[in-house]
């Protein structure tokens, strides 16, 4: 079966740096997201890899080693408005999203 | 503002009865999405449409029914609602079809049935 696989819950502190990984296994690869999502609101766009690397974006980056069935997101300069769920999703062969279960991040000042 | 407007935001409904959650987008996207979200589940797909005119179904549709007669429009109908359809709903579209791109969603629907 198809899987997406994400720590349930992470805490860190403001300012500091966070790591969120997701590891997959999935009928074909076609692209991999990251998206945020504040309790009781949408879930909103961060990042898209669907080649190997870093994919940098202000204090968000992406990373992607398809090999390994792996991403993660990286977070800088933490702030409280980070505090939300990540979700990771990826687009299998059928170019149908498998969605992880969401990793929710407190952070502590 | 321009996205996805999603109605209603809440609803409490009776196990048995009718509801339909609507969903309207000014994006002039192609595709359009429900999702449920369930705690400790990743979202699930229930119905999909590619344009106006098509649908099709998701990793969850049994019970649910959609219909595309614009571009606009999406509304999603439980034709007989069971406590297990407790969840919250959300509509998403996308500029083109087959999840390319990312996805907008809108605020969502959180429906409890009893």
């Known amino acids: 079966g198809q899987n997406i696989d994400q720590p349930t819950e992470m805490t860190a502190t403001e300012g500091a740096i966070v790591q969120i990984n997701c590891t997959y296994q999935?009928?074909?690869?076609?692209?991999l997201f990251w998206y945020q999502q504040h309790a009781g609101e949408a879930p909103t766009f961060l990042s898209y890899?669907?080649l190997d690397g870093l994919e940098e974006k202000g204090r968000f980056s992406s990373f992607l080693s398809r090999s390994k069935g792996y991403s993660y997101l990286l977070l800088k300069e933490l702030q409280m408005k980070d505090s939300a769920s990540y979700l990771c999703?990826?687009?299998?062969?059928?170019?149908?999203?498998?969605w992880g279960a969401g990793t929710k991040l407190i952070i502590k000042p | 503002i321009a996205g996805i407007t999603q109605a209603p935001t809440s609803q409490i409904l009776a196990a048995g009865r009718r509801m339909t959650l609507r969903c309207t987008q000014d994006?002039?996207?192609?595709?359009m999405y429900w999702y449920r979200q369930d705690l400790g589940l990743g979202l699930r797909l229930i119905h999909y449409?590619?344009?106006?005119?098509?649908?099709g179904k998701g990793e969850v549709p049994d019970g649910y029914s959609v219909s595309r007669a614009n571009t606009d429009d999406f509304p999603l109908t439980l034709a007989s609602a069971v406590p297990s359809q407790t969840s919250v709903y959300f509509c998403?579209?996308?500029?083109?079809?087959?999840?390319?791109?990312?996805?907008?969603f809108g605020e969502g629907s959180r429906l409890t049935v009893l």
């Open positions: 890899n669907v």
């Open positions: 999703a990826v687009r299998d062969s059928n170019y149908q999203l498998i």
């Open positions: 994006m002039r996207h192609n595709a």
């Open positions: 999935t009928s074909g690869f076609n692209g």
């Open positions: 998403a579209s996308s500029p083109g079809t087959g999840h390319t791109g990312e996805l907008f």
């Open positions: 449409s590619n344009t106006a005119g098509t649908t």
